[in-house]
């Protein structure tokens, strides 16, 4: 087995429609860190993902049962200069970037460490699993950087003060804290790390595709929009769902399996 297997893509149909996307960053001698050569691999190939219009969900994982992500590779980050410095860091960014955007739900699938540029690439994922040995943290201050770039989505994520704590001390939490500070959804024995994850997928996938996807777009407005000009985007949202039948034919189902259970 390859110690650097770059990122990988494989697609899972599903019985109704469409497909589940399973990608995985294999960089395992390294705890899957990520270096230019990797990240701009993912940013590339995330383009073709986003694309696919037959995608419903997308499940990331780290390869190797030891990280989820490790973080930006340390020795690249230690030869930088300013100049490089900039375009290293934009890069964490596109590449977490490209997750946050893609435009269906993305899980993050933890299992082991998610440090410094890992952690800020499980924040840009929707919802996030995690087994109960993994372990959280942005050290960047320990090597004498700040967290950047995605480190901004922990504060709406995990409240301000768990935000600080992380930020400001380098220290890692474990899986438990984690789940009591919000900061991931669900914790697992690595051996039912699947199945907690399919828990969360299976209603993602059981909603209407356009829905979810209209849903995802929102989402991501409210997030950058005011309050008034973020519901005036929603208004336009439930307008758009009925561009197609999904909202006629669920309702109408719905509407049916209700009248069903009325007493005669």
């Given at each position: ?6 990122f990988l ?11 589940v ?35 419903r969900l ?32 934009t890069?964490?960014h ?17 299992d ?15 919802l996030r ?12 201050v320990?090597?004498g ?25 380098g ?30 997928a ?7 595709p356009?829905a ?21 985007r ?10 197609s039948?999904?909202p ?16 005669r």
């Amino acid at each position: 087995m390859s110690e650097r297997g770059g990122f990988l893509v494989r697609r899972e149909p599903q019985p109704e429609s469409g497909h589940v996307a399973h990608l995985t960053i294999d960089n395992r001698a390294k705890l899957n860190s990520l270096d230019r050569a990797l990240m701009e691999e993912i940013v590339e190939r995330m383009g073709a993902v986003a694309a696919d219009p037959e995608l419903r969900l997308a499940i990331l994982s780290g390869a190797g049962g030891r990280a989820f992500v490790g973080g930006a590779d340390i020795a690249e980050i230690a030869g930088l200069d300013a100049l490089a410095a900039r375009h290293f860091i934009t890069l964490v960014h596109r590449c977490c970037d490209a997750f946050r955007r893609l435009p269906v739900p993305v899980i993050a699938r933890i299992d082991g460490f998610a440090l410094g540029a890992g952690l800020e690439l499980a924040a840009a994922c929707d919802l996030r699993v995690a087994s109960d040995d993994s372990t959280f943290g942005m050290p960047e201050v320990r090597i004498g950087i700040p967290s950047v770039v995605e480190a901004a989505l922990l504060p709406r994520l995990i409240g301000i003060g768990h935000a600080r704590r992380l930020l400001l001390t380098g220290e890692t939490i474990g899986a438990a804290e984690a789940l009591a500070w919000g900061l991931v959804d669900a914790v697992a024995p690595s051996a039912g790390l699947d199945q907690a994850i399919d828990r969360l997928a299976r209603p993602i996938l059981a909603a209407g595709p356009r829905a979810i996807r209209l849903q995802k777009r929102l989402i991501l407005d409210w997030e950058e929009l005011p309050t008034g000009p973020a519901i005036e985007r929603g208004i336009d949202a439930f307008v758009q769902a009925f561009d197609s039948d999904e909202p006629a034919r669920m309702a109408g189902a719905a509407l049916a399996r209700l009248n069903a259970r009325k007493p005669r």
